[in-house]
């Protein structure tokens, strides 16, 4: 199993003008732990679950250009872009950006959205879910197409590019991996099953279900079920009152039993050092007790 990092708050100690300085320890810390990713939100706002709305909130990609200089080997991704919020060969050109800066250590994360008033708020287009899930699989679709060795015009219903050009070319091969956020079973799981390297779910008692229908899609797709990396985001007690390592490695051991591979640990008080602490702690453990197995990094 291989154990990840999402920075999901950057209210930290300091104000904004330490928000620069802290981010760049975290990565630091976190390559040299042995993590092996490290992700941010792609929102705009912050989102309801995790505070108010208007406290801050980085530019995802930005985030993670500025991660990257800090690192040298962790892998970097968001959790997850709303495909609507991009055009597709902006975010083609945006992650494969990533990608050559980092030296291959880019991931795509994508998602269909969700936070309608986000968008209202700084003029984004949001349309119906049925048509963001559209808009989701043709991204999905044209990633692929673009990341291929020589992408032709491509023509969809919502976007078409006449000369889906990449220069330069992503160095992950045969292009960095795409991980598909969600857990709705009639579309989002079906899209990871025709088109992702790897799902990202909740920490929740369905996961096993989930699962189940993730194969059953594979099944139908004639997709290798063992072809995706199976992900799980979860607040684990690692830190805070009660938390400790063996709680969270014991945790880790249990998803591991379910098929989970990769654990995206949130913690809301990584800037604290000690919480890198325990995370490094928690990687070693983790490393002796089950087997990393197969990864797309």
């Not at 208007?54 to 872009?81: K, N, W």
């Not at 995206?264 to 008080?269: A, C, G």
């Amino acid at each position: 199993m291989r154990i990840g990092l999402t920075v999901t708050s950057f209210t930290w100690p300091g104000g904004p003008e330490a928000i620069g300085p802290t981010l760049g320890r975290v990565a630091r810390d976190a390559d040299e732990a042995g993590l092996a990713s490290l992700w941010v939100m792609d929102h705009f706002w912050q989102i309801p679950m995790n505070g108010a709305e208007d406290e801050p909130m980085l530019e995802g990609y930005s985030a993670l250009a500025f991660a990257a200089a800090h690192t040298r080997r962790i892998r970097l991704g968001t959790l997850v872009t709303a495909a609507v919020h991009r055009y597709p060969g902006v975010l083609l050109k945006t992650v494969t950006t990533l990608d050559v800066l980092s030296g291959g250590r880019a991931w795509l994360g994508v998602g269909a959205g969700w936070y309608d008033a986000e968008a209202a708020g700084l003029g984004i287009p949001f349309p119906p879910v049925a048509e963001r899930f559209e808009r989701l699989e043709e991204t999905l679709r044209l990633v692929r197409h673009a990341w291929s060795a020589q992408p032709r015009p491509f023509e969809g219903r919502h976007y078409a590019l006449r000369r889906p050009l990449i220069s330069p070319a992503p160095l992950t091969a045969p292009r960095p991996p795409i991980l598909v956020g969600g857990s709705g079973e009639r579309k989002t799981l079906r899209l990871v099953a025709k088109y992702a390297d790897a799902c990202n779910l909740f920490d929740t008692p369905e996961i096993p279900h989930k699962l189940t229908v993730l194969r059953e899609h594979c099944e139908r797709e004639e997709r290798p079920y063992e072809e995706i990396e199976k992900t799980v985001v979860a607040r684990l007690p690692l830190t805070g009152p009660g938390g400790s390592v063996d709680q969270c490695a014991d945790r880790c051991e249990e998803l591991a039993a379910h098929g989970i591979e990769h654990v995206i640990l949130s913690l809301p008080d990584i800037h604290d050092p000690r919480a890198m602490e325990r995370l490094a702690e928690l990687v070693a453990r983790v490393s002796r007790m089950i087997p990393a197995g197969r990864s797309l990094a």
